[in-house]
Structures are given as structure tokens and as C-alpha cells.
């Protein structure tokens, strides 16, 4: 039996039943994140595990036993280079979504998708049209300014243009609408979303080249203090064992973990941001969304 057979066998991880089919699941990640190392290695660009991905790679050498996708950070010089190459570096199935690659996708991070599986979820589905296959996440590090006052002023500058995208784009997958929501929905279906995304990009790079003790996912999440990360600990790449494979790491991994996390060896089961989400590893998203 090969490792990736031995791999897809259900188990028990950490008192947590792994199911074949969450494994299957995993799998066509392990894909994606595959195809994406070798379209990075040809680009000499760096990308190192985020969030659950690396907090598994450190403590379990694979994933997490209740999570279900992996996440990936890009400095923004090296996530803007892969944007560039990468409608020309994937090709079908894989898909690489972003602002520019599918229509009515409004996310700050790109996304690798496999277009012959299926991940919905909650609220999108029909209501979206763009690619909705298994992912893996791609997030860009931004600069973040030292100064408090820069920073609430950036965060503010952010929400605002989140809020105009919740508004507009992504209203659909609203469960409390009204009709004066319903109204604003469609005047702000008048401005054009990829404009206000540019916007929210160009906001979270405002202090890109210049000196930084700090850098975050501005685009995903600007407003979380825990994702407020050590610039010094992405100076360095290191690999670690990830499942059959291995996954690249910032060298400073502990004190971009504990600013996370806090005591990270405790295991503890948080909510997922895909809590709810439909997997079919099987089938296309085509047959469930068309």
C-alpha cells in the first residue's frame, strides 16, 4: 500500500474519528497544494502554511483532525507575481480564482480549485456563479503600519469597502433581507465591484516597501488582532512533514503561532470559517449549482 492509499484509510486522530470521506476531502487539497508548489518552485516564489494548516503541520505533521482545507500565505511582491503567471500555469481541472480570473468573485485571497469537486458553502451555491470545487486558500501578507492611529484609520478604510462588496456582490447569500437592504443592494450593484476590490488592494499595500515590524492578511480578516503577525518570522522558509508530503514554514512558526493561538500545543476544537460547507470530492459544483 502506498502512503497516499494508506492515507485515505478512516482513523482516529487525537480522540477525533477521521472519516474516509473527510480524507478524500483532504486529498484533492493535498492535489491542489501540490500543483501549487511546483507552479512556485518554476516562479522561485515563496508561499509558507497559515493559520490550521501550519499550527498542523507543527503539532499533528498533517492536518488538524477536524479541519477541513489549507490555508497559504503569499507576501503581497510574491503573491502579485503568482497572480500574473498563474491563468497561464494551471490548467483544467485546477483552476486559479481571483478578482481577475471569475466573474462575481469578490474575496481578497485567491483560491486554487479543483473544478471537478464540489465545496458550497453556506449561502452561496446558485446564488454565485463563479467556481465553487474544492480550495485551497491563498492569502497576501501585507505591511501594517506601527503607528496606532495609521492603523485604525487603514482598518476603517478597509471596512468601508468590505461593507460596499457585503452589500453589493455578496448580498445574495444574505439570510435577513429587507427591503431598504434590498434597495441598497441595487445602487451598489451599480459601481463596478472589481474597481472597489483594486481599491480594498491597493489600501492594504499602502505600506508595502516600507520598514514594518508587522505584517496581516489586511484583505481577509484587517480587523483581528490575532492576525497581526511578527514581519521577522516570514525572513526564512523551512519544511516541515505534512501528511505524505511536506509543507513549507516561516522560520519564525512559534511566535506567529502564539500571537494566534496563545498556548497552540493545547488541542482545542475551534468553529471553522467553512462550518456547514457541502464537500463532494466526486462530483463537479456544475451539477449542484446549474
Not at 503541520?57 to 497572480?83: K, N, S, T
Not at 450593484?189 to 515590524?213: F, I, K, Q, S, W
Not at 500545543?265 to 449542484?288: I, L, T
Request: glycine content about 6%.
Amino acid at each position: 500500500m502506498t502512503p497516499q492509499e494508506a492515507f485515505l484509510q478512516p482513523e482516529e486522530r487525537s480522540g477525533f474519528a477521521v472519516s474516509a470521506a473527510r480524507k478524500q476531502v483532504w486529498a484533492v487539497e493535498l492535489l491542489l497544494l501540490e500543483q501549487l508548489d511546483r507552479v512556485c518552485r518554476q516562479h522561485g516564489l515563496r508561499y509558507f502554511a497559515a493559520g490550521g494548516t501550519l499550527l498542523g503541520a507543527v503539532r499533528h505533521a498533517g492536518f488538524i483532525p477536524w479541519d477541513d482545507d489549507i490555508d497559504l500565505f503569499m507576501l503581497r511582491p510574491e503573491y502579485d507575481r503568482l497572480l500574473a503567471v498563474a491563468p497561464q500555469a494551471f490548467t483544467a481541472p485546477v483552476f486559479f480564482q481571483c478578482v481577475q480570473t471569475d466573474r462575481r468573485y469578490s474575496r481578497g485571497h485567491a483560491q486554487l480549485r479543483h473544478s471537478g469537486t464540489t465545496a458550497i458553502l453556506p449561502g452561496e451555491g446558485r446564488a454565485f456563479p463563479f467556481n465553487q470545487g474544492i480550495f485551497i486558500d491563498i492569502f497576501p501578507l501585507d505591511a501594517v503600519p506601527d503607528d496606532p492611529a495609521e492603523l485604525r484609520a487603514l482598518r476603517r478604510h478597509l471596512r468601508l469597502c468590505e461593507r460596499l462588496l457585503n452589500i453589493g456582490v455578496r448580498y445574495p447569500a444574505n439570510p435577513h433581507k429587507t427591503l431598504p437592504k434590498t434597495l441598497l443592494h441595487a445602487a451598489a450593484m451599480l459601481l463596478p465591484y472589481r474597481a472597489v476590490c483594486r481599491r480594498r488592494d491597493a489600501l492594504a499595500g499602502r505600506y508595502n516597501g516600507r520598514p514594518a515590524a508587522r505584517v496581516a492578511p489586511l484583505t481577509f480578516q484587517a480587523q483581528d488582532d490575532r492576525l497581526l503577525y511578527p514581519a521577522e518570522s516570514f525572513r526564512q522558509v523551512q519544511y516541515l512533514p505534512f501528511e505524505y508530503t511536506t509543507v513549507p514554514v516561516p522560520a519564525g512558526y512559534d511566535a506567529v503561532l502564539r500571537v494566534q493561538y496563545g498556548d497552540y500545543w493545547q488541542p482545542r476544537r475551534e468553529p471553522s470559517f467553512h462550518d456547514g460547507a457541502f464537500f463532494d470530492p466526486g462530483r463537479s459544483y456544475r451539477d449542484y449549482t446549474q
